[in-house]
Structures are given as C-alpha cells and as structure tokens.
C-alpha cells in the first residue's frame, strides 16, 4: 500500500481535493459538476493563464509545508496540483465510476492495460514515449492531455496524489530522471494473471431471476 503523504504536500493537497469533487461529481452534486466543467478548460494548459481557474482550487495548505518557502518551488507546486487537478477533471468527464484511483496506481501502469495481453500497442507505446522524452511542462502537461484521453476512453483509472507528486518533481530537473523511470517501471511491472481455476458447477441452486 502507498504510504499516506505528509499534510501539505501537493500529493495529499490534490488527493484530498479530488475525493471531496468526485464524491460530489458521482452523486450529481451541481456545485462538484460545475467545478469540473471550468477545470477541465485547463487541461494540458498554463492553468495560471486561464482565469477562470484563478482561486477554484484551495492551494492554502501548500504553504504550510517548510520545502515550498521560496517563490519558485511555490510555482512548482502549484502547477503540480493544477496540472493533475485539471487532467482528472478531463479523466472524469461522462464517467460514473472513479478515475482517480487511491493506492498508487502509476501512469506507466494505467498505460500498459491500454493493450491488450502480453501485446504492445506501438501507437500507445510512442504517446507514452512522447511523454517520457518531453523537453519542457507546458509539451508534457498537452501529452498527458491526450494519453489522459485514452484513458478515459476505456475508463482506465490512475492515482492521481501519485501522478502530482510525480509533475511536482519533475519539474526540478535533478528529480526528472527519476520521475522517468518510476513511470517505466510501473509500465513493465508484471501485471496480475487472471484466474484460471474451473467454474463450480455443482451446484443445483438456481436463481430466482433465470425462473422469470
């Protein structure tokens, strides 16, 4: 299990934020639908640069945490928690199940049940390239926008805490590298078989439904 980020954080600003609006979106809470509605004009943009977003997320508690006391890790942060925030907002959209997944479920992972079996999508596979190998955020927040997509295509979640934390340090370029391959791993991790085991069919019970 993933261990819980500290208070804070901008994994567990974006975590405790997305499940109060998924919450409210899946009940049909009107304050929650629209919320997402203007989050998602933000998708695989400068969400600073879109008015519309300016104070729609509680950034309050990132100021709490003693890493981000200088203006540009202030800026990182925020365009962390923005940048996931908008993206799940996009995930979301027409689908009644969550997207955002808690318990670590990584990029690279949500990528690999895009295919089908032991095979490898080569068109999936190049997107997700395009993504390891994007040289600045806004070209990787709009390559995320359209794997983010395809997701929701076939209503594959994510971690999303996991996916902020992850846009955060990447942006300091040391930690880039290693946000690469947390992403590469998660992708070939081997993936759990499905069972094999017969059916039980001994039973005589019939239900009731197949009688009507």
Request: glycine content about 8%; charged content about 25%; hydrophobic content about 35%.
């Amino acid at each position: 299990m993933t261990p819980s980020p500290p208070p804070g954080s901008v994994a567990r600003v974006v975590g405790d934020q997305i499940q109060r609006l998924q919450h409210g979106y899946l009940h049909d809470h009107s304050e929650a639908v629209a919320t997402l509605a203007r989050l998602r004009r933000g998708a695989g943009k400068d969400p600073l640069a879109v008015p519309d977003l300016w104070g729609l997320i509680d950034l309050g508690k990132l100021y709490d945490d003693p890493f981000l006391a200088r203006e540009a890790d202030q800026v990182r942060a925020q365009n962390a928690v923005y940048g996931a925030m908008t993206l799940w907002s996009l995930h979301q959209q027409s689908r009644r199940t969550p997207m955002h997944r808690p318990g670590g479920v990584e990029l690279g992972a949500a990528v690999r049940k895009l295919m089908p079996g032991s095979e490898i999508d080569e068109p999936v596979r190049r997107r997700f390239v395009r993504i390891g190998s994007a040289p600045a955020w806004d070209v990787l927040t709009l390559r995320l926008r359209e794997m983010v997509t395809l997701l929701r295509r076939d209503e594959i979640g994510l971690d999303y805490a996991v996916l902020a934390g992850q846009l955060h340090r990447w942006q300091h370029r040391p930690a880039r590298d290693e946000v690469r391959s947390s992403w590469g791993r998660s992708f070939h991790a081997p993936r759990p078989q499905p069972s094999t085991a017969p059916a039980d069919i001994t039973s005589d019970e019939t239900d009731p439904k197949d009688a009507l």
